[in-house]
């Protein structure tokens, strides 16, 4: 099976087949195919009909999300062959162009925070219409990096006056009371991946002064007891680790003019008793139909660290499930 595609004219072929024939390399190796270029056009030959049809189906593709001014990066790619060699077509998860190419942040270095997958996409649609969302998925799917780009951007657009980042301080391994230094220096290591997502958008100097004029906060869960957060954002990470009892006090605190986003992988529950966890709950709670909630289920295919975090995934849910 043979097929020529032709390369648009406002597309150069390195953005289709990356330095070194990087993707080139990848499209060969995952679809069994040859791939040869020559005057704009691409010639796909393989050892049967689907793998070749499939190579193509990527390829245009492709074309889509250049043409839409997106900046395909590898991430993308990866995630664009998986749809089609894990699901036939792919034509059930087509993305949404428009929504893909939207910036929610500018990180301080200048590298642009756009969606990578589909349920990102919707994720960010998700943030921006509701006052309260959930985002519930495994590792590496992007819940905390994107609340914290949509919470910086809404700070410095005016939506917000203030940030507030929290995290249920459990103890995993090692007990609190015999960890070296204050209070403070103790729960630090809980919060600072909250640090590092900040980082990225604010440098460390801001940081701290806004920290200093109370504009930002990152706190462990068991501070906001008692408090009304009006005109915040408010990021509750690592959810699945707050009990039924936190999860509600957590969630009367919030104010007016507030947005709250609850983050968490019921998969990585750390708690004694897993049935303990207030995510689990939450959704049996409140239910799906309260207007200006939302509950969003980010997937394996979502995942856009190292491929190997989604094999890894991967290995576990089979495990699990056969276990």
């Not at 749809?83 to 190419?101: F, L, P, Q, T, V």
């Not at 925070?113 to 959930?134: C, D, H, M, P, S």
């Not at 959704?283 to 509950?295: A, C, D, R, S, T």
């Amino acid at each position: 099976m043979r097929n020529t595609i032709t390369i648009p004219n406002n597309i150069e072929p390195i953005e289709i087949f990356g330095a070194y024939d990087s993707r080139t390399k990848y499209l060969k190796k995952e679809l069994d195919v040859e791939i040869r270029y020559k005057n704009r056009k691409i010639y796909i030959e393989g050892k049967d009909d689907e793998s070749v049809d499939k190579t193509s189906k990527i390829l245009f593709e492709l074309f889509e999300l250049l043409d839409s001014g997106h900046l395909l990066d590898w991430d993308q790619f990866q995630y664009v062959v998986s749809r089609y060699k894990n699901d036939g077509n792919g034509e059930n998860k087509r993305i949404n162009h428009k929504s893909m190419k939207e910036v929610v942040n500018t990180g301080i270095l200048g590298s642009r925070v756009f969606a990578k997958t589909e349920g990102q996409a919707k994720y960010i649609e998700e943030l921006q219409r509701n006052e309260i969302v959930f985002s519930i998925g495994p590792a590496g799917t992007g819940k905390t990096y994107l609340a914290v780009a949509m919470a910086v951007d809404c700070l410095r657009s005016g939506k917000v006056q203030r940030l507030i980042l929290t995290r249920p301080a459990v103890e995993a391994g090692e007990k609190l009371g015999f960890l070296p230094g204050t209070l403070y220096e103790k729960v630090d290591p809980y919060l600072r991946p909250l640090y590092d997502a900040l980082l990225d958008f604010l440098d460390s100097e801001k940081i701290i002064a806004y920290r200093e004029k109370g504009i930002i906060e990152i706190l462990p869960l068991a501070y906001m007891r008692g408090r009304t957060l009006n005109n915040s954002f408010i990021i509750l990470d690592e959810a699945q680790n707050t009990t039924y009892q936190q999860m509600k006090m957590f969630l009367t605190r919030i104010g007016f003019n507030s947005r709250v986003v609850v983050t968490g992988d019921i998969t990585q529950i750390d708690l004694e008793k897993r049935n303990d966890s207030g995510l689990l709950s939450i959704k049996k709670v409140l239910g799906e139909n309260i207007e200006g909630i939302k509950f969003i289920e980010l997937q394996e295919e979502d995942v856009v660290r190292n491929p190997l975090v989604r094999r890894i995934i991967k290995a576990y849910d089979n495990y699990e499930n056969n276990k």
